[in-house]
Structure formats: C-alpha cells, structure tokens
C-alpha cells in the first residue's frame, strides 16, 4: 500500500478528516499534515508538495474549499504536478494520462462518500506512460525553461 501525505487548510479539514480516516480503513499509511491551524491552504500546499519532490511520499491529497488553491500552489513546487478531480474519470486520467502524485478536492464541492470513490479511482490508476509520456515530458520541459523566472500577477 501507498504512503499518502495529506494536508487541508479549515475549509477543507472535515473533508480530508473523513479520507484520513476512509485511507488507514483500508490500509494505507498516512503522513498528515494537519489541517492548517494557523496557516491558509498556499502554506499547507507548499509543505506538502515539497514533501512528495523530495521523495518522502510518492503521493499527496489536498483539500480545501474548493481544491483550487491547493492544486495551483502545489503545481508551483518542482517536480510536482498537482490536479484537481470531483469524479472517478478525471482522477483516473490524472494518474494515467497526466503521471499527477497529488490530487485536490474541495469540501465544499463534493460531498464525503463521492470523495471516497475519486480517491479510490486515483489511487487504483497508475501512469499509462506510451503516448502519454512525451506530453508529461513536455509539461516538465516548460517548467525547467521557467524555473529561475521572476513571477507575474
Ligand atoms: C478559503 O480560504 C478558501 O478560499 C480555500 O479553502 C480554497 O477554496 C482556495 O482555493
């Protein structure tokens, strides 16, 4: 089984508390990040995804309000692709069409139990790689050619 690292900011701390508790009912370990006391979802992202780029888990879940926030900062980490998915097909495409090791949801957006079924579809898929990889290889390349860039709002 997968060691899965979690995070949430208060919107999303119901949420992730609930797939904490659904991923060690059936055997995952958990690294937990808590549920940003004192910190908003750009500070949870942050530590998190850098966790996964560093190796220490191959995969990371991410809940705030809408999973939007989480996934957009966790993207800004290298080496990391984050994407957010409130049903099974989209999961199941992250993994094996865009190699993502971290998933977003929002609580406010998808209720428990349909979160259970996307997590359990994420995690049941791994990277297709064939004509997939080129693509992930190019998603990469852009990231290498910006790194070092000075950020624009
Ligand atoms: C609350 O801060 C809310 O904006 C946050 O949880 C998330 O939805 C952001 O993307």
Known sequence: MAIISVGADDAGAPLKEHLVTYLREHGHEVKDYGNGEGEDYPDVAEKVAEGVARGETDRALLVCGTGLGMAITANKVPGVRAATAHDAYSAERARKSNDAQVLTMGARVIAPQAAEL????????????????????????????????????
């Open 118 to 153: 996307v997590l359990e579809h994420w995690l049941e898929s791994e990277f297709q790689g064939g004509g997939s990889a080129p693509k992930v290889e190019k998603m990469n390349a852009v990231e290498e050619r910006h790194l070092g860039g000075s950020a624009t709002g």
